[in-house]
């Protein structure tokens, strides 16, 4: 499938945080010849040998094989997060859609699958060591997230035994974030209304220690060049995507100066469900649960399989989002756009 000049990749969801950065990293690499972005809505955003087209993948009617005949992978990123409110939205578009995108992989004849998992889809674990890739993938039931990156897990189990001589590939990333993708970001877990300019550590008098709030984040940039270089190997499997330090409410103290106080998980989620309840706060209590159960990620396979590693440290990626937060970061497609508040 590949021509003489390099391949044919094929990006779902290429207009979205992850999406943007995978369809660039993409586009600048000499062993590529060209990218086909697909997305709901088409950008105002051309990368050098780049095509797009307008797919909905929660729509029955749509048929991805017929983007996907020719291609040498499929990087498969199309995700919504909301409404929260109505899971059987998200379903459609996540789940279903997602086992759209497999079923036309195998149609259209296309070699290799990387699949856009999350630390979302593990079960819950530990908070004081990293587990590898071997930890369940039973998500919490409870969030919508967890439970569809879970179910498109078990679903990945059933195509890779009809399928075996399809390369799959998962990516297990920690939280993503990039300057570019704050005003998205701010708007699917803050609220639309919710102003940027507010995000400034000199306004924050302390910083709540929530028992079990213990994340990893990552730089989208660092996450796109393992999808870069999954599509360039003969991996398969599962591989997990973290930079250090992980994060608490220490580090976030000492990055911002505040001064962590504790607070009860009772409280912060009572908080939570009170302003989801209100539609004030898109993001869920169950979201919340999720978090405080997440187990942190050992990532020596894709360092020694992919050649992988995070050239920022986690703290260096949220500085830089905070920055995008207070300006308005953004990009030129229609979820990245960029607006301090509204």
């Known amino acids: ?18 999406g943007t950065s995978v369809v660039r990293l993409l586009s600048e690499d000499p062993e590529v010849a060209s990218v086909l972005g697909l997305a709901r809505r088409l950008p105002d955003w051309s990368p050098p040998k780049t095509d797009w087209s307008a797919v909905d993948l929660a729509s029955e009617q749509s048929d991805p094989a017929e983007h996907f005949r020719g291609a040498d992978a499929v990087v498969h990123l199309a995700w919504a997060f909301q409404p929260t409110h109505d899971p059987a939205a998200t379903w459609r578009t996540n789940v279903l859609g997602g086992m759209r ?66 390369r799959v590939v998962r990516m297990r990333p920690a939280f993503l974030f990039k300057w570019e993708s704050a005003s998205e970001q701010r708007r699917i877990f803050g609220g639309r209304f919710l102003p940027g300019p507010l995000a400034r550590p000199e306004l924050l008098p302390f910083l709540p220690d929530i028992p079990g ?9 660092d996450a796109a060049n393992a999808y870069r270089l999954a599509v360039h190997s003969d991996a398969r499997g599962a591989f997990n995507l973290a930079a250090e330090p992980p994060v608490d409410a220490q580090v976030l103290g000492e990055m911002l100066g505040a001064r962590p106080v504790r607070l ?18 898109p993001a869920s209590p169950h979201l919340f649960d999720a978090v405080l159960r997440l187990p942190l990620m050992d990532c020596t396979r894709a360092r020694a399989e992919l050649g992988w590693r995070a050239e920022r440290t986690a703290t260096e990626v949220l500085e830089e989002f905070l920055q995008g937060l207070q300006q308005g970061g953004g990009a030129r497609t229609e979820p990245l756009r960029g607006r301090k508040v509204g």
């Not at 036309?104 to 674990?125: D, E, F, I």
């Not at 890739?133 to 039931?141: F, I, R």
């Not at 709030?213 to 940039?221: G, I, N, S």
């Open 1 to 18: 499938m590949s021509s003489a000049t390099g391949k044919r990749i094929v990006v779902t969801g290429a207009t979205g945080n992850v």
């Open 101 to 166: 995108v497999f079923e036309a992989v195998a149609a259209a004849g296309v070699p290799t699958l990387v699949h856009a998992s999350s630390v979302g889809a593990y079960s819950p674990g530990p908070k004081d060591r990293a587990v590898d890739e071997s930890w369940p993938t039973h998500g919490w039931p409870d969030a919508a997230y967890c439970r569809e990156k879970a179910y498109l897990e078990r679903a990945l189990d059933t195509f890779e035994r009809d399928h075996p001589d399809t």
């Open 213 to 221: 709030l213990r994340v990893q984040a990552l730089h989208t940039d």
């Open 264 to 281: 009860p998980r009772t409280a912060a989620r009572s908080a939570i469900a009170a302003a989801w309840g209100l539609h004030l706060l």
